[in-house]
């Protein structure tokens, strides 16, 4: 069963770098974006992250050694990113104006929004060999805050956002930024606290005991 998951970890993980690598072909290949930009997009940053927590998860499991604790918690905010940026993607893209550009996006742009999201939800709560206690809902504010802050402080020099929500102009000032951002905060933490029950009911209908932490 071991060598299963790190089989079916090994080809996320490739798949994952192949759709990453795809993505941001334009600056490094094609020369026609430009890469600081490519870079900055949240769906880049989350899929890094998971692909960390993916190599950390194969490398232990050939070695046929347990995962640690923080691994587990690793993996925990990965997934809630990757989600979250598919779910974002999602909102954007099923609208009228735009519906039309998911039958032109990519197919490493529906790899990064729609196929690795549910593969990294699934993973989690199907293979996770520990549970995670409910405060650790807190730590997935931290990245996103940090990128927040730095999207903002950048696009004011560079004027580029990538995302019209952190766009003083386009979103209508700080202040609704400031509301925008309060909404994701939550979002995250519906997604991660979701993620953490999910694993604990799944632990619990195994018959294992309670998680004095959770």
């Known amino acids: 069963m071991r060598f299963i998951i790190v089989a079916v970890r090994s080809v996320a993980l490739v798949t994952t770098i192949w759709a990453l690598l795809s993505r941001t072909s334009c600056f490094y290949i094609y020369g026609t974006c430009v890469a600081v930009n490519v870079l900055s997009y949240f769906t880049i940053h989350s899929h890094i992250i998971a692909v960390i927590a993916l190599a950390i998860a194969v490398v232990l499991g050939l070695r046929g050694r347990p995962a640690p604790q923080w691994l587990t918690v690793l993996r925990l905010l990965a997934t809630t990113y990757v989600v ?60 996103p805050i940090a990128w927040a802050v730095y999207t903002l402080v950048r696009g004011r020099s560079a004027n580029w956002y990538p995302y019209f929500f952190l766009n003083p102009d386009a979103a209508g000032g700080y202040g609704m930024i400031s509301v925008y951002a309060a909404a994701l905060s939550a979002v995250i933490l519906v997604v991660t606290a979701t993620l953490t029950l999910a694993l604990e009911v799944r632990f619990r209908r195994r018959g294992a005991a309670p998680s004095p932490s959770a």
Not at 87 to 100: E, K, Q, S
Not at 102 to 113: E, N
Not at 130 to 140: F, G
């Open 84 to 143: 979250v940026s598919g779910g974002v993607f999602a909102l954007l893209i099923f609208n009228d104006a735009l519906a039309p550009f998911l039958l032109q996006a990519p197919l490493s742009s529906r790899l990064l929004h729609f196929v690795l999201p549910v593969y990294a939800v699934l993973d989690f709560v199907l293979l996770s060999p520990r549970r995670v206690p409910l405060k650790a809902a807190w730590l997935s504010l931290a990245f």
